[in-house]
């Protein structure tokens, strides 16, 4: 166990180096002024563990690096603990022999590895032993337990996503709206990039020869640890043709019924594994807009990937730019923490964003042509309600048409 925590605790020597900034730290540091847990939540790879060590970094500048204790509950060596939360009791006071100083900030990653962790985290952060309580989660259920209610009130939760598109402008050292018109083709080429490989860091920087095997490796961590373990799915073979299914048809309208024919699987089970997909955060099941929330629940629906990597493993989808830029558009959405929907009655709009601003409508088309053009304003020009602004995002198309704006993909979520 001394080995253990050493090797995770790097701190304790010195601080974290080869980190990329996030835009959503700022928000984290504020954070720091209360004593609510901090919950960060997302898909794996997406950044978690790296913002702890930012923050690492961060309270080291004021405290002793020996008083932070950092504990990756998914490390191998935990599992004799994974239905032992009091065990974590043993793990802090050893830290604290180890350092011989007491532990002020704690930091568990990967928290649902641990059964009962609420238990162990209400009770430290009840008696006070820590001035702060971080914890990750690759689950949303994380919080949606029966114990999670015990911390109700006692924690402040954040979603974490794979880099938006701003967030890579920057690892290539572009700050601007003048930097990017200037770097045009290099900008093209980052968003190939994002429609083919994604957003998670580790597969950006990865030689092509290797970017699909680490998807893979993402993707069965997330089937198995996430979805399986977590729900208890026990028909891993029906699940995992689901997953397939439903990825090879991205964005297309489906009910549950439809998914059930379609993979011989029943209708509980299909809203079961979809439920499970979802919670893992591989996907997002969009509603059709309406404002009868009754008739949201009852009308087909549309699926879309958090991140733009797992088209990877599709047969015959990657020459498909028109549903990659989709994606990638729905992606970009999801991080600005938009609430998104469709509209699919007689003219289809591929996302309806609700703000406080109002209603938003936009179309995704990779190029505007004379065979699509009626198609695409239809879907925004006959909507049967009210919209504040219209757009059709391209690939790197723009132009004025009747009340609509057409905008290429970097203009729109660029600076």
């Not at 990967?110 to 309580?133: A, H, N, P």
């Not at 971080?134 to 924690?155: D, P, Q």
Request: glycine fraction near 4%; include cysteine.
């Amino acid at each position: 166990m001394n080995n253990a925590i050493i090797a995770q605790n790097k701190h304790w020597e010195g601080r974290y180096t080869g980190l990329y900034s996030r835009a959503v730290f700022a928000e984290l540091l504020t954070h720091l002024e209360v004593r609510h847990i901090q919950v960060l939540q997302g898909i794996r790879r997406c950044g978690k563990s790296s913002l702890f060590k930012l923050l690492i970094n961060h309270l080291t500048q004021n405290a002793d690096p020996r008083s932070i204790l950092y504990l990756n509950l998914d490390d191998p060596f935990f599992i004799q603990y994974a239905n032992k939360p009091e065990a974590l009791y043993e793990v802090v006071l050893l830290a604290e022999k180890l350092t011989q100083t007491k532990i002020q900030y704690i930091f568990l990653d990967e928290v649902q590895s641990l059964v009962g962790w609420e238990k162990y985290v209400k009770s430290v952060y009840d008696s006070q032993q820590f001035l702060k309580i971080f914890i990750t989660g690759s689950n949303s259920s994380l919080l949606n337990s029966e114990l999670a209610t015990l911390l109700t009130g006692r924690y402040i939760p954040l979603q974490i996503y794979p880099f938006s598109f701003q967030e890579v402008l920057h690892m290539h050292d572009i700050h601007s709206r003048i930097e990017m018109s200037q770097q045009l083709p290099k900008i093209l080429k980052i968003i190939d990039d994002l429609m083919h490989y994604g957003s998670f860091v580790e597969i950006l920087e990865a030689p092509l020869t290797l970017k699909r095997k680490i998807i893979a490796s993402y993707y069965e961590t997330i089937l198995f640890k996430d979805c399986v373990s977590n729900a208890g799915i026990r028909d891993i073979k029906g699940f995992k043709e689901l997953t397939f299914y439903l990825i090879t048809n991205l964005a297309t309208l489906y009910s549950y019924s439809s998914l059930a024919r379609g993979t011989n699987i029943s209708d509980v089970s299909v809203k079961e594994y979809v439920f499970a997909l979802e919670a893992s955060y591989l996907c997002t099941e969009l509603k059709q807009f309406s404002y009868s929330p009754k008739e949201q629940a009852s009308n087909k629906k549309k699926l879309y990937l958090t991140d733009n990597a797992f088209v990877r493993l599709t047969y015959g989808f990657s020459e498909n730019y028109g549903r990659l830029l989709e994606n990638l558009v729905f992606a970009e959405l999801q991080k600005r923490n938009a609430e998104i929907f469709f509209y699919n009655k007689g003219y289809e709009c591929d996302f309806i964003v609700k703000s406080q601003a109002g209603l938003r409508a936009i179309q995704v088309c990779y190029a505007v042509n004379d065979q699509n053009q009626a198609r695409e304003m239809n879907g925004l020009l006959k909507l049967p309600f009210e919209v504040t602004d219209r757009f059709i995002i391209t690939y790197n198309q723009s132009m004025s048409l009747d009340k609509v704006q057409v905008v290429p993909f970097w203009e729109y979520f660029g600076y």
